[in-house]
């Protein structure tokens, strides 16, 4: 059996054979950028004013002067200032040529049609924005591996740049095994329980984006099961398979994943739930056998596949824990296993939930997130916490 990090160690490792694809830039918000962009242009192309005020020269500046015009944004800058003189000016309009300063309108007054300012008040080259500032023509903007944000959405779009090469989704199945589980369209009869990893596994999915084309339930019989494996892996990059994955003796998923060649990284990691979690490789396609337990699926999904997908989308230190907090009430972890709690984060404290059993959904309908206790927990004060 493998420690939490020993397998985010291997999974970390894996290589990826990432593809890629060009998207509009407004489509591209959680993607990873797989090109360096360069500036086409500069930004700003010209220099510009960043007050509604006047613009003038300050070796001229006088406490009375005469207004000899106004440019306003998206007047063209071709504009020269006459000498000894203001010009009224906007936010965002082109500084005329020979002018240097803007004097904000706030500490102007106006006297007969006249500028009238207390010189003292004034700095040299204050409130112009210079052309070039934000970036040069050539200067590198992004770099390879960028996550995507709505700010990376404005940069681009305010250098001219409409699409951007990013790293195509993985493709994803799913296969959910278990003769007892049914969806909720049937009644339940004796025996049967409800389908709970199915939706929740789609919802997770969508919410990184992806469409499980594949979702398949497969019979409790060891060719059946080979078989979908078999068949369903050719279609995909990643095959995440629910339940079947202990020790019963219905449990066909990791001879069948011997069968088809498939190498094993890991089976079994110390921890609380998920404990029987299986991951391994077939050529460029990864596979994740997740507990069947509901709460050991998502906490699995949440701390293992969700990382490796993202680091298919070209995060590359996607299972660093961002997140350190401490708890609001000590817990001693005396197992040798590591443990992860559902919890609420509340006020920069973690506060752990009860009802924390593999079966048992109703804390995962409360948590904001999970937080991990390591085995043996004596000096640690504060935890990694993997919000939700
Ligand atoms: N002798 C041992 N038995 C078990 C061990 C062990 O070490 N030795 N580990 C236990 C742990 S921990 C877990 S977790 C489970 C994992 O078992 P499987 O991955 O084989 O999962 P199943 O047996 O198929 O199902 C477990 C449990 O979850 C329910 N389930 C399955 N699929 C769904 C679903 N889609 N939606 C809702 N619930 C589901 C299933 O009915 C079972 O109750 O093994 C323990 N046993
Ligand atoms: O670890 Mo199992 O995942 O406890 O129920």
Known sequence: ?????????????????RRTKTLPIAKSIGMFCAENIASPISVPSFDNSAMDGYSLAFEDLKSEMEISGEIKAGDSSMNKLKTGTAVRIFTGAPIPEGADTIVKQEIVTLQKGKFVVDPSQVKLGEFVRKAGTQCQIGQEVLRIGTELSSGTVALLASLGIQEVKVYDIPKVGVILTGDEVVSSDHELQPGQIYDANGPMLRTVLSQLGIDVEFVEKVKDEAEAVENSIKILLEKVDILILSGGISVGDY???????QNLGVRELFYK??????????AGTLGTKTIFALPGNPSSSLSCFRIYVSPFIRKFFGADHAFETQFKFPLAESFQNDSSLTFFFKCVLKAGEIHLLSGQESFNLIAFNQATGLVEIPASNQKEQ??????F
């Not at 493998?2 to 397998?7: C, L, M, R, W």
């Not at 449990?251 to 994943?257: C, G, K, S, T």
Request: charged share 20%; hydrophobic share 40%; net charge positive.
């Open 382 to 387: 504060v935890f990694n916490y993997y919000p």
């Open 1 to 17: 059996m493998i420690t939490v990090q020993e397998a985010k160690t291997i999974l970390s490792e894996i290589p990826i054979n």
């Open 269 to 278: 990691v110390a921890q609380k739930p998920g404990k029987p979690l299986y």
């Open 251 to 257: 449990d066909f998923v990791r001879p069948a994943l």
